[in-house]
Nanobody, 121 residues
Framework: QVQLVESGGGLVQPGGSLRLSCAAS????????MAWYRQAPGKQRELVAK???????NYADSVKGRFTISRDNAKNTVYLQMNSLRPEDTAVYHC???????????????WGQGTQVTVSS
């Protein structure tokens, strides 16, 4: 019923920048919190940044001051601007959203397939 599609990943040199996008589509009534998680090889998935529907924001300590999350509510899209990238930022980045689908009253949690970000010289 709801699809989250990420884009914008790729290969970048240390110190470079990337901008990820995630668009939610389907039978959407309302989108609440939208977030980015990442999973590096051999590691658990971790929260990178989350933007609640009231626009309060949480960032992982490791990305504070370098990454910025934003959203376009009219487009049900969330962005992640990543600056000063480091090799340790290499991971698959997944979009996550709490969505109330049309005809429902309870939000459900959805995940995107992920987009690879590789930081290497």
């Amino acid at each position: 019923q709801v699809q989250l599609v990420e884009s914008g990943g790729g290969l970048v040199q240390p110190g470079g920048s990337l901008r990820l996008s995630c668009a939610a589509s389907g039978s959407i009534f309302r989108v609440f919190g939208m977030a980015w998680y990442r999973q590096a090889p051999g590691k658990q998935r971790e929260l990178v940044a989350k933007m609640f529907s009231g626009e309060s924001i949480n960032y992982a300590d490791s990305v504070k001051g370098r990454f910025t999350i934003s959203r376009d509510n009219a487009k049900n899209t969330v962005y992640l601007q990543m600056n000063s990238l480091r090799p340790e930022d290499t991971a698959v980045y997944h979009c996550n959203a709490d969505v109330v689908v049309s005809g429902s009253y309870i939000p459900a949690n959805y995940w995107g397939q992920g987009t690879q970000v590789t930081v290497s010289s």
